[in-house]
């Protein structure tokens, strides 16, 4: 499975450098120098060049030469990419990563998206609610998307309280909601 860590944005300077959208937990170790990143085109294609000749094709992957951070926007210099139209080129490109390559995290309380969507999701007496379709990131806490059987959506707080475990292994959650909670 493919992970976004990144967008690619506008061009920052003449020298091939761009702004990246960080869609990750962990800039530092994402856009760290030497990293290779796997990409996906942007849905909108490059604007043409008034250079004659082939037109600019995204490379399948990018190495990153140097990252810094600049007035709370992360900046990136990819290797071969030198000059300010061929950044433009760039504008709009995923950077993604193959979920086999990002390590589990230290905390056990503590999960990647990729990990929880597809779960079952099952009350602890073990009847079947549905299934995680998507973690959203709210400002109070995280919600599990749930995925009804009859395809409804509901939304889960990702709190102790209503969620007192995740059983990776088994391939569940265990949602223990108050009442009306997947009514709403």
């Known amino acids: ?13 003449v020298r091939g450098e761009v702004t990246v959208e960080v869609r990750t937990d962990e800039p530092e ?4 120098p030497g990293t290779v990143l796997r990409t996906e085109p942007g ?6 060049t008034d250079e004659p000749g082939v037109p600019f094709q995204v490379p399948a992957q990018l190495t990153i030469e140097e990252a810094r951070f600049h ?8 290797e071969g990419i030198l000059d300010r139209n061929t950044a433009e080129a760039l504008r709009g490109t995923l950077l993604v990563v193959d979920s086999a390559d990002v390590a589990p995290p230290d905390d056990p309380e503590e999960f990647h998206d990729h ?19 998507r973690i959203d990131h709210a400002p109070s806490s995280d919600l599990l998307v749930l995925r009804r059987p009859e395809g409804r959506t509901a939304l889960i707080p990702f709190v102790r309280a209503i969620v007192p ?13 108050p009442a009306g909670l997947l009514d709403l």
């Open 71 to 78: 007035q709370g926007r992360v900046l990136i210099a990819f």
């Open 43 to 48: 849905a909108t294609p490059p604007p043409p």
């Open 29 to 32: 170790a994402r856009f760290a």
């Open 1 to 13: 499975m493919q992970l976004v860590v990144g967008r690619i944005g506008k061009p920052h300077g």
């Open 165 to 177: 475990e995740v059983d990776l292994a088994g391939g569940r959650v265990i949602v223990d909601p």
């Open 115 to 133: 990990q929880l969507v597809g779960l079952a999701v099952v009350t602890p007496a073990g009847e079947r609610l549905g299934e995680v379709a």
